[in-house]
């Protein structure tokens, strides 16, 4: 089958695999219809991500329909369309039970803080993700859910990550009827937590990025308000004047470790520029212009290295951290009754379509921000769906 397969930073392509199989009884063959590049991947891509191995096939954004299950499966058959959560969950750890699916014990024996994520490196436990013609599901009586009949493949592709986690950032920042929000990061897990803090009966929405093309589609899809922080000398200041001092209700960081500069290079006077891992200018700019006893939600993806980020600054102020990994399969059926209510269409966000056998090329444009992309999908050869 063909597959895409990591060479290095900035080196991707796609490659010959054998097909996957089931290698326990719990296990489900799926051949992928969709597959999404997602921003996190770049993380990848760019080499940010530790133990990023040599031929692993990325992509946690997929949906699919059921070749084949294991002895042990019974809620699947073959011919299904399903969406699979990027989180790869056992049902049954002390952490699955409270619905953190997230942070799954068993899924993955790598780590203890983290849990699985299909193609993610071997820190979230090494498993091959959907940038694929097929992929093997482990548990595949636990996260997999069944498309409605009512919505398409390109909708429930957005729902096995992008959609949820936005959903889940806006749910976490606490927003009461007639809060204010501003949301760091257009990309789509912003696009979406904004739509989101909208659903939950946010009164003022705001994104910050850096991209006009980026903040023109976000005005277009989540009818928010927009800020350049490049158009301005001092981006905090200029967000706590538009709360008129106060400070705003709740704050979310959908940006993660690529966020350019950080605050321990400006407090130095240092060029921005990337350090290990990342940094945190998000974060620490969402603590800063949020009011006191606000909320700051974390949904940007961050590696374990050193992100410096102004703790004395969130306890000086009453602040609550609220961050997480997205449990998908928690938040899978509200956001499907948003999609067959009418209230969005996730699929919106797709700017570009694109060959899985031209991979390189998608990588490539999401990357460099080229052709306006706010969200590339993979459409593996033969999907009909």
């Known amino acids: 089958m063909l597959a895409m397969s990591y060479r290095g930073p900035y080196r991707v392509r796609v490659v010959d695999k054998p097909m996957p199989e089931i290698e326990h009884p719990g296990d489900a063959i799926v051949r992928v219809t969709r597959s999404c590049i997602c921003g996190s991947d770049l993380h990848l891509y760019h ?35 399903v969406i699979i959560p990027f989180n790869i969950a056992c049902g049954q750890c ?15 024996p790598n780590a203890t803080a983290i849990g699985a994520i299909f193609g993610y490196s071997h820190t979230t436990g090494g498993y091959d993700g959907g940038q ?73 929405v705001m994104i910050v990025d850096e991209l006009d093309y980026r903040l023109e589609f976000a005005a277009r899809f989540a009818q928010c308000e927009t800020f350049n922080f490049r158009h301005v000398s001092d981006p905090v200041w200029s967000l706590k004047k538009s709360s008129d001092w106060l400070g705003w209700d709740a704050a979310i960081e959908a940006v993660g470790c690529e966020a350019r500069g950080s605050a ?87 700017t570009h379509r694109i060959p899985l056998a031209d991979v390189a090329d998608g990588y490539h444009l999401f990357s460099s921000k080229l052709d306006e992309c706010i969200k590339p999908m993979l459409i593996p050869s033969g999907a009909t769906h």
């Open 264 to 350: 321990f290079q400006r407090a130095l006077g240092i060029r921005p520029f990337k350090i290990q891992g990342g940094t945190a200018t998000a974060l620490y700019w969402a603590i800063d212009v949020v009011r006191k006893g606000g909320i700051v939600s974390i949904v940007g993806a961050f590696g374990p290295t050193l992100n410096l980020v102004n703790i004395g600054a969130a306890l000086n102020k009453g602040l609550t951290l609220r961050m997480n990994q997205a449990s998908v399969r928690r938040y899978l059926p509200r956001c499907l009754e948003h999609i067959q209510a009418g209230h969005i269409r996730p699929s919106d966000v797709i």
């Open 47 to 81: 080499g940010l991500i530790p133990d990023t191995r040599v031929g692993q096939t990325f992509g946690h954004e997929f949906v699919g329909i059921v070749e084949d299950v294991g002895p042990a499966v019974h809620q699947l058959k073959p011919g299904d369309r």
């Open 94 to 108: 002390y952490f699955c039970l409270k619905g953190l699916t997230s942070n799954c014990h068993n899924a993955n």
């Open 132 to 204: 694929a013609e097929y992929v093997r599901v482990p548990f595949a009586d636990v996260g997999p859910m069944k498309i409605p009949d009512d919505v398409g493949d390109d909708d429930a592709a957005l729902c096995t990550d992008a959609f949820p986690t936005g959903y889940q950032a806006a749910e976490m920042a606490g927003i009461k009827r007639g809060d204010s929000v501003v949301i760091f990061g257009a990309g789509p897990i912003g696009l979406f937590a904004a739509r989101s803090a909208w659903f939950m009966g946010a009164g003022r």
